[in-house]
C-alpha cells in the first residue's frame, strides 16, 4: 500500500519558514507529479504547488508564490516544500499529494487528479 507521509509542521511567527518533507513508500511506486495543498478551518482546500517529479513543469499556486518553493530528492524519493516569510492567512493543514500522472500545468491545481494523499500536517502562523 502506498504511503506519503508528511512531517516538519509547526508553529511559527508571523515572517518566519518552515519547511516541510514527505517521504513516498510502498511497493512499486512511482510518482509522476507531486505536490501540496493545504485547508485552514472552514475554508475550502487550496491548491499551493505542483510539479512533475522530472522538475520539467512547476506550478505555485497564487498566494504562495514566490514564497514557496518545492524541491526534490530523487536518491530518497522525498518532497521538499520549503515555506519563507509565513503569514498568518497561510495557518492549514498541509497536504503533500501525488500521482503516477504526468499532469499538464492546466490540470495541477485541480485536486481530483491526485490519487495518492499524505494525511496531513498542521502548520500554524502565530505570534
Known amino acids: 500500500q502506498v504511503r506519503l507521509d508528511e512531517s516538519g509542521g509547526g508553529l511559527v511567527q508571523p515572517g518566519g519558514s518552515l519547511r516541510l518533507s514527505c517521504a513516498a513508500s510502498g511497493p512499486n511506486f512511482s510518482w509522476s507529479t507531486v505536490g501540496w495543498f493545504r485547508q485552514a478551518p472552514g475554508k475550502e482546500r487550496e491548491f499551493v504547488v505542483g510539479?512533475?517529479?522530472?522538475?520539467?513543469?512547476?506550478r505555485y499556486g497564487d498566494a504562495v508564490k514566490d514564497r514557496f518553493t518545492i524541491t526534490r530528492d530523487r536518491a530518497k524519493n522525498v518532497v521538499y516544500l520549503q515555506m519563507n516569510t509565513l503569514k498568518p492567512e497561510d495557518t492549514a493543514i498541509y497536504y503533500c499529494?501525488?500521482?503516477?500522472?504526468?499532469?499538464?500545468?492546466?490540470?495541477?491545481?485541480?485536486?481530483?487528479?491526485?490519487?495518492?494523499w499524505g494525511q496531513g500536517t498542521q502548520v500554524t502562523v502565530s505570534s
Open positions: 510539479m512533475r517529479w522530472s522538475g520539467s513543469t512547476t
Open positions: 499529494v501525488a500521482d503516477k500522472k504526468n499532469l499538464i500545468w492546466s490540470s495541477m491545481a485541480n485536486p481530483q487528479f491526485y490519487e495518492y
